[in-house]
């Protein structure tokens, strides 16, 4: 059964300092992978996916993340954060065989300061 | 391009009475899936439609059903409402079969007394 885990349950961090949130996943065949951001009352916001190719991959709001299949991992990154990427962030497993179901791990609230 | 619209936004029922939210996918798209999300469990799929016929199915009891029309359209309903079902259901949409990248709707929250 496909599994994604995302260690960190909170993460804090000054506004301009790089952000990395991790992800980890568990499937047997080549997964498709998804980062959404969700702000508090809102539904969730597609921010980079991962289907095939190169395995860094370019997302909006300045957002990468890179898939690395021997460490069954595709973490996101942010070079400089803005206050307003305060938000909780989810990872997210597909399959092509999944019929429009997405696994997801428990989510990183992500917390800015000044 | 509209976006994934769900109605109503909010709603509050009593326990043992049922439910129907509502999810307009954007025009085209085909596909319409429906996840629970609350505190405890986090995000859960509930069932995946395309062209009227329910492809997969979450873990969840009978109580929780869905219907696509053919204009896409899609309706979930719980009936026998319990406490436990208080949460935020959400929506998909997405252009094709498979793993395609979804598009949510705002959600709909649904508080059960």
């Known amino acids: 059964a496909q599994s994604v885990t995302q260690p960190d349950i909170h993460i804090t961090v000054s506004e301009g300092a790089s952000l990395e949130l991790r992800c980890n996943y568990s499937?047997?065949?080549?997964?498709?992978l998804f980062w959404y951001v969700q702000s508090p009352g809102q539904g969730l916001q597609l921010l980079l996916k991962?289907?095939?190719?190169?395995?860094l991959v370019q997302g909006i709001k300045g957002f990468e993340a890179e898939f690395k299949r021997s460490q069954s991992s595709f973490n996101l990154r942010k070079p400089s954060v803005h206050w307003s990427d305060a938000a909780e962030y989810f990872c997210?497993?597909?399959?092509?065989?999944?019929?429009?179901?997405?696994?997801f791990g428990a989510g990183t609230q992500v917390v800015v300061t000044p | 391009k509209a976006g994934v619209t769900q109605t109503p936004r909010y709603l509050i029922k009593t326990r043992g009475q049922q439910v129907t939210l509502s999810c307009s996918p954007i025009?085209?798209?085909?596909?319409v899936s429906w996840y629970q999300q609350t505190p405890g469990q986090g995000l859960q799929f509930l069932f995946e439609?395309?062209?009227?016929?329910?492809?997969n199915k979450g873990n969840f009891p009978g109580r929780f059903s869905g219907r696509q029309f053919s204009n896409s359209r899609s309706e979930m309903n719980v009936s026998t409402l319990e406490l436990g079902d208080s949460a935020l259901y959400l929506c998909?949409?997405?252009?094709?079969?498979?793993?395609?990248?979804?598009?949510f709707g705002p959600g709909t929250r649904l508080t059960v007394l």
């Open positions: 998909a949409s997405s252009k094709i079969a498979g793993a395609d990248e979804q598009f």
């Open positions: 499937y047997g065949a080549t997964p498709y």
């Open positions: 991962y289907f095939s190719g190169d395995t």
């Open positions: 997210a497993v597909g399959a092509a065989d999944s019929w429009g179901k997405l696994q």
């Open positions: 025009s085209g798209h085909r596909s």
């Open positions: 439609y395309f062209s009227e016929t329910q492809r």
